[in-house]
């Protein structure tokens, strides 16, 4: 009886140490599972919310627009006179209704037409200056605030209207978003704000100067990260009578929207989380009572899996699915999402790779766009980027550099009588020279026949004797008489080193580089025969 008690004593320590090995193992399997899960509906989220936000301000946006349009002639007396006289106008900073403007006005109105009636009697156009000016103050308050409203009703961040100019790359503010107090007559506001083109740059606020210039909405946002904080903003084009005006726009928070993606997220994972946990002490009941044995191997291979993560193991789990019962179905279903994982992983891992090129094609076609498509050397652009960055390290105390300009000789003599094949062939000859003579300096081509060398290390110790050997060399080729003609090119140089006396910038040494390049230039004018 003893004997018989030991043994059913050590079973069911058995039975229990399975159940609680395979208890641990699955939860462990579900936690990896409810983060991958908790990835995907993140990602699935984000997408959807950000579309959803998106067309909830691109609403917004029609219902201003909806709103101007009723106003029709009075809005275009706005647009109209704004740009004239905003100037003149004198918009207190705190106002919060527009009635008071709009009394000021009907008042002065009265006593220059008392019995004239403004609109049907006496026009926008009419009115003497002052008049105009007062009517433009309420206008301007008007519309400031059924923007503000707009905002604050929709918990948006910013409503504000624009009106983009693509020849000047400036950005003129119809209604502005903030309130910014004028520094000449503190009081009142800055009305009818032009951005310096370097505020909206065309390369960088793509979808502002997209959604003007193609006049429709765009179905993205502009991502912006500035003074005002981290905002997506939306733009669509105003049109009167079939005319582009303006561009009204909505802007709402990064951040605020990335914690309801997150915070929806979390809650439907909560859900599947709470899910799996029910289902897992169900199992657990019912697995204790009636499968223990097959369970244990079905265990077993799933703590195969969680070791190895080899997808061969699901061929074994499938092996236990035997008959139509629930441990059967559990042995496939297990089977099948191991398979599933597989493939989730392997995708995970081709999405990475096909990650990792995008990366490295974008990162070739910057470099790309930084080089001259003739030559081969660094660009226009490359030398303004270098210029930048030189200014900046010269704001942190360094000199030791400078600036060399070259400049081909009787390229258009070239081009006008053997072609511009032949002149580009001169070109890159003269490119070579340089970047041979200039060897541990960058070397730009600046503009047609144009070169600047950013002398640096070694050749900034050596500049001098380095530009004696260019002109040695170009005097050598001047008298190649065996060469054709576009190859014996003749050139200009000018070298300036940084003076911490006379010069703050980079433009400046380049400017004097420059001014010794031309004057010997001039002195080469007619010394070279045809």
Same mark, same amino acid.
């Given at each position: 009886m003893d004997k018989y008690k030991g043994i059913k004593t050590e079973k069911t320590k058995k039975i229990n140490t399975l159940t609680v090995r395979f208890?641990?193992?699955?939860?462990?399997?579900?936690?990896?599972?409810?983060?991958?899960?908790?990835?995907?509906?993140?990602?699935?989220?984000?997408k959807s919310f950000k579309k959803i936000k998106l067309e909830e301000i691109r609403n917004v946006n029609e219902y201003l627009e909806t709103i101007i349009q009723h106003d029709g002639d009075d809005f275009k007396d706005y647009y109209k006179y704004l740009k004239q006289y905003h100037d003149k106008m004198d918009v207190p900073f705190d106002f919060e209704e527009y009635d008071t403007a709009l009394d000021v006005f009907n008042e002065e109105f009265k006593k220059v037409y008392p019995d004239a009636q403004f609109?049907?009697?006496?026009?926008?156009?009419?009115?003497?200056?002052d008049l105009l000016? /007062?009517?433009?103050? %309420?206008?301007?308050?008007?519309?400031? #605030?059924t923007f503000e409203d707009a905002c604050e009703v929709f918990d948006l961040d910013y409503t504000y209207m624009i009106l983009p100019d693509s020849d000047e790359g400036t950005v003129a503010y119809l209604v502005d978003a903030t309130r910014d107090e004028r520094d000449d007559k503190p009081g009142y506001m800055e009305v009818y704000i032009i951005d310096d083109p370097e505020e909206n740059p065309k390369d960088k606020v793509k979808v502002l100067w997209?959604?003007?210039?193609?006049?429709?909405?765009?179905?993205?946002?502009?991502?912006?990260?500035?003074?005002?904080?981290?905002?997506y903003t939306c733009y669509t084009p105003l049109y009167m009578e079939d005319e582009k005006v303006a561009l009204i726009c909505a802007e709402i928070d990064i951040n605020s929207v990335n914690k309801e993606i997150l915070?929806?997220? /979390?809650?439907?994972? %909560?859900?599947?989380?709470?899910?799996? #946990?029910?289902?897992?002490?169900?199992?657990?009941w019912f697995v204790n009572r009636r499968y223990l044995r097959r369970i244990s191997m079905l265990t077993e291979n799933v703590k195969e899996y969680s070791e190895s993560?080899?997808?061969?193991?699901?061929?074994?789990?499938?092996k236990l699915a035997v008959g139509k019962t629930e441990v059967g179905e559990l042995a496939r279903q297990t089977s099948e999402m191991m398979l599933e994982i597989d493939d989730y992983m392997r995708t995970l891992v081709y999405t990475n790779k096909e990650l990792n090129e995008s990366k490295q094609r974008e990162r070739d076609a910057q470099n790309m766009a930084m080089k001259d498509g003739l030559t081969g050397i660094r660009n226009k652009t490359a030398y303004e980027n270098m210029r930048e960055t030189l200014d900046n390290r010269v704001l942190e105390g360094f000199t030791e550099f400078g600036v060399a300009m070259a400049d081909m000789n009787y390229l258009k003599l070239i081009n006008d009588t053997y072609g511009h094949d032949k002149g580009d062939l001169a070109i890159v000859k003269l490119s070579r020279i340089i970047c041979n003579v200039f060897k541990h300096s960058p070397v730009f081509r600046i503009g047609g026949d144009e070169f600047a060398v950013i002398l640096m290390g070694e050749d900034y110790t050596n500049a001098d004797k380095l530009v004696e050997k260019f002109r040695g060399?170009?005097?050598?080729?001047?008298?190649?008489?065996?060469?054709?003609?576009?190859?014996?090119?003749?050139?200009?140089?000018?070298?300036?080193?940084f003076d911490p006396l006379r010069d703050l910038t980079v433009e400046s040494v380049f400017k004097r580089a420059d001014d010794i390049m031309y004057n010997e230039k001039v002195k080469m004018k007619g010394v070279r025969r045809w």
């Open positions: 208890a641990f193992i699955f939860f462990i399997f579900s936690i990896v599972l409810t983060a991958v899960v908790c990835a995907v509906l993140f990602r699935n989220e984000s609109g049907i009697d006496v026009t926008i156009d009419e009115l003497p200056e000016l /007062l009517y433009l103050i %309420y206008d301007y308050e008007y519309w400031t #605030l997209n959604t003007w210039e193609k006049g429709e909405q765009l179905d993205e946002f502009q991502k912006w990260e500035n003074e005002y904080g981290n905002t915070r929806n997220s /979390l809650h439907m994972s %909560y859900v599947v989380g709470i899910v799996m #946990l029910i289902c897992l002490a169900f199992m657990l993560k080899d997808v061969a193991v699901a061929d074994k789990v499938k060399m170009i005097s050598e080729l001047s008298r190649e008489w065996s060469l054709e003609k576009w190859d014996r090119i003749s050139a200009a140089i000018g070298m300036a080193k």
